[in-house]
């Protein structure tokens, strides 16, 4: 018998929990053992970051739980609405590019998802508008990708993501080529969506200080294969905001993730 097993539904004993992880690991066609194996549990309305060297597994992580890959061995269990129509329809999915179409209007980009589901056009309309609405960009509706700046077409990729109402959002370092000061305003504006919305959230990032500032949880991996090197908690006041990035318990935190970081790779930059 396989020991694969991917789990769909909302299951006894697992009503609080959006995503588990348990003995997962996943082998490719080369040989090559990507990650695991990994235990992970991540709350409903959680916001953790996955952090660790390049090549670990964090983005093989968010494929197994988007069902975009099959794990090689372990079970993957996700807890869905009920009436869902299918597996992974409750996951919007924002990459390391935002992939928009050239072609077309920032509304039909936000709209494709809704449009291959056959959702009917006036109301996928509506709702494309909403969701640009959601990431401030209801002034631009009508404009093409090639007119917005790189930080406005990530937030373009992200109203995508959210068009279908998914319960859990996966971010593969959806900032890293973005500037410093574009960065962090889109920190605080994705922060502020978590909390208007409640989404559970699980964001992969390179950064210390991002990782920090964004989660509740810091998930920390191992170089390949990934494992989980140590699980941070991140507890402050809230909302969070630029006090927090200032505070000398958001430097004690960074100081502290970097530490169970280290031993994660070799001549790399934690940062």
Not at 84 to 101: A, D, W
Request: hydrophobic fraction near 40%.
């Amino acid at each position: 018998m396989s020991s694969v097993k991917t789990l769909t539904g909302v299951e006894t004993g697992l009503t609080a929990l959006a995503v588990s992880l348990r003995g997962v690991t996943k082998t490719y066609d080369n040989g090559v053992v990507a990650l695991g194996p990994l235990d992970l549990a991540v709350r409903r309305g959680e916001f953790i970051s996955l952090l660790g060297p390049s090549g670990c597994g964090k983005s093989t992580a968010l494929r197994l739980i988007a069902e975009l890959s099959a794990p090689s061995s372990g079970i993957v269990r996700l807890a869905r609405r009920e009436g869902t129509p299918r597996p992974g329809h409750g996951i919007g999915f924002v990459f390391q590019e935002p992939t928009l179409m050239p072609w077309t209007s920032v509304r039909e980009n936000v709209r494709l998802p809704l449009k291959l589901a056959g959702v009917p056009k006036a109301e996928s309309r509506g709702r494309a508008d909403e969701a640009l609405a959601s990431v401030g960009l209801a002034d631009f509706a009508e404009a093409f990708p090639r007119e917005l700046s790189g930080g406005m077409k990530m937030r373009v990729s992200l109203a995508r993501a959210l068009v279908t109402d998914p319960d859990i959002l996966l971010m593969d370092e959806p900032f890293a080529a973005l500037d410093e000061i574009t960065r962090f305003r889109l920190n605080n504006d994705l922060l502020a969506l978590w909390r208007r919305l409640g989404k559970t959230v699980i964001f992969v990032t390179h950064s210390v200080f991002e990782s920090v500032y964004l989660s509740q949880r810091v998930v920390v991996m191992t170089a390949r294969p990934g494992r989980i090197q140590a699980d941070i908690r991140i507890e402050t006041v809230e909302p969070r905001g630029e006090e927090f990035r200032t505070s000398a318990a958001y430097s004690d935190y960074c100081r502290s993730v970097s530490a169970a970081l280290a031993p994660s790779y070799s001549g790399q930059s934690t940062l």
